[in-house]
């Protein structure tokens, strides 16, 4: 099992930015990729983006490519998901989710389905003000 934490989420106006964090432990080593997913009430829960655990290949939502970056550092095991020029449409609980690994490559993965994850945190808001 991979544990998950989020935290950095908050209220900001349009245009603003913030950095959400998902700090990782227990078995990270199974984890092939990392994702970030958000979900607003009485809607399904949303891909934003995902990364491998190495960095070598990410992949975002087009709603949020050129203005949210999803990084990591390995060293602490957390994963960041910078959001800037943010607009009140981005406001929902932000989950952060681990992919265990299955073998083969990173096209072997759809990671754009929450299917594909076995791990979630326990979500942080994100309030945008228009």
């Known amino acids: 099992q991979v544990q998950l934490v989020e935290s950095g989420g908050g209220l900001v106006q349009a245009g603003g930015s913030l950095r959400l964090s998902c700090a990782a432990s227990?078995?990270?080593?199974?984890?092939?990729?990392m994702g970030w997913f958000r979900q607003t009430s009485g809607k399904e829960r949303q891909f934003v983006a995902a990364r491998t655990w190495s960095g070598d290949s990410t992949t975002y939502a087009d709603s949020v490519k050129g203005r949210f970056t999803i990084s990591g550092d390995s060293a602490k095991n957390t994963v960041y998901l910078q959001m800037n020029n943010l607009k009140p449409e981005d406001t929902a609980i932000y989950y952060c989710?681990?992919?265990?690994?299955?073998?083969?490559?990173?096209?072997?993965?759809?990671?754009?389905?929450?299917?594909?994850?076995?791990?979630w945190g326990q979500g942080t808001q994100v309030t945008v003000s228009s």
């Open positions: 227990g078995r990270t080593f199974s984890s092939f990729a």
């Open positions: 989710a681990s992919a265990p690994y299955k073998g083969g490559s990173w096209y072997t993965y759809l990671l754009s389905d929450a299917n594909e994850y076995q791990n």
